[in-house]
């Protein structure tokens, strides 16, 4: 993961909802980005520093940062 923070593409505060809602609705917000854009996804569910690096080696996608509660998610080439 880099040390810099990476300009985004799209920013999406999910406050504190769970990741199980923030998940199903992240993989959507991700298949309307461009492939290779960025997210800056802003995620206070205590879970997410768990969930988040999980759930980009599950679906693909590169988790470029993550300092909770910030999470920048970058979408894979391949759609």
């Known amino acids: ?29 991700m298949r309307a980005m461009a492939p290779g854009s960025i997210m800056k996804l802003t995620a206070l569910d205590p879970g997410a520093p768990e969930d988040m690096p999980a759930w980009c080696r599950l679906t693909g996608h590169a988790l470029v940062r993550a300092r909770h509660p910030d999470y920048w998610i970058q979408k894979k080439l391949d759609n």
């Open 1 to 29: 993961m880099e040390s810099t923070i990476p300009e985004s593409n799209v920013e999406w505060n999910a406050g504190d909802m769970g990741c199980g809602e923030l998940l199903l609705e992240l993989k959507f917000k």
